[in-house]
């Protein structure tokens, strides 16, 4: 059997710059699913997305996703992509498999937790207060640094990284310190500062940006304190629940979040197209 991609429409040129087609995928040219591709907004036309993959429900477990994915590389290959990205739902376990399987790789996934009514006390000798401007521009350029770092050890090229982390600081933090709806906050215990705190909102969501214990007090437990400070904070302006972004590989921060009750939403992958 020959499983190919039949576009559906023309390629469009969306309003942010990126391109996009979609497409029926077919079996001997009967259509058993679609796909949606495009590029991506943060990397350029260099690398594209799978925006959508859905096979009907009679043509699933026949490995007619697995085809129409590596179709999909041949399809943006065509449009001169170098990388592709997909964004995979925790719940779709079969989805997950298939995409490692053909050589995905997780970049970073995105965690959430319900927040209660009932903020959590922070432990004796630990409290937060507000950063100052004084501390702010150090700590923005050293977290700027890092971020790029973070995105160059998955995968993307050091000036995509480097591009990519002015333009999300830029647009985040279009105010600095004073940026609408963003909270930064200095963790103290007993008197000493012992870590940092950036915090916002997305999606109705409170959302953290940045959590970090200083490298001189950390294994004493302050970035689970400073996990506590941000659900303080959540809790504070009624937000339902608490959302996060770990990157893979971060292994102390995953299995802390993880300890604390956050449960995976999403999975990002990506893979190089040789």
């Not at 996009?20 to 259509?31: G, L």
């Not at 995409?99 to 209660?116: D, F, I, N, Q």
């Not at 004796?124 to 977290?143: C, H, I, N, V, Y």
């Amino acid at each position: 059997m020959t499983t190919t991609l039949r576009p559906t429409e023309p390629l469009q040129r969306e309003a942010d710059g990126t391109r996009s087609r979609r497409y029926q995928v077919c079996v001997n040219s009967r259509p058993v699913g679609v796909i949606h591709l495009g590029t991506s907004p943060d990397f350029g036309d260099s690398v594209a997305r799978i925006l959508d993959l859905r096979i009907d429900e009679p043509d699933r477990r026949r490995g007619r996703g697995t085809v129409a994915a590596l179709a999909a590389e041949e399809v943006v290959r065509g449009w001169s992509c170098t990388r592709i990205e997909a964004s995979v739902p925790a719940e779709a376990e079969a989805a997950l498999k298939v995409a490692t399987a053909l050589g995905y790789v997780v970049r970073h996934r995105h965690m959430e937790k319900p927040l209660g009514d009932t903020p959590p006390e922070l432990p004796a000798g630990s409290r937060g207060r507000p950063m100052t401007a004084e501390e702010f521009g150090p700590w923005q350029e050293q977290d700027r640094q890092a971020y790029a770092q973070s995105w160059i050890e998955r995968g993307v090229p050091e000036a995509e990284a480097r591009a990519r982390a002015l333009r999300d600081y830029a647009t985040l933090l279009a105010d600095g310190l004073a940026t609408e709806g963003m909270v930064f906050s200095v963790l103290e215990h007993e008197g000493a500062a012992v870590g940092t705190l950036w915090t916002g909102s997305r999606e109705d969501r409170a959302f953290v940006y940045k959590v970090e214990a200083d490298a001189r007090h950390r294994g004493k437990g302050h970035g689970r304190t400073l996990m506590l400070l941000a659900e303080r904070q959540g809790v504070a302006v009624g937000r339902p629940a608490i959302m996060l972004n770990v990157f893979a590989g971060n292994t102390p921060a995953e299995r802390l979040y993880e300890s604390l009750g956050y449960e995976t939403l999403t999975y990002h992958l990506y893979k190089d197209l040789l």
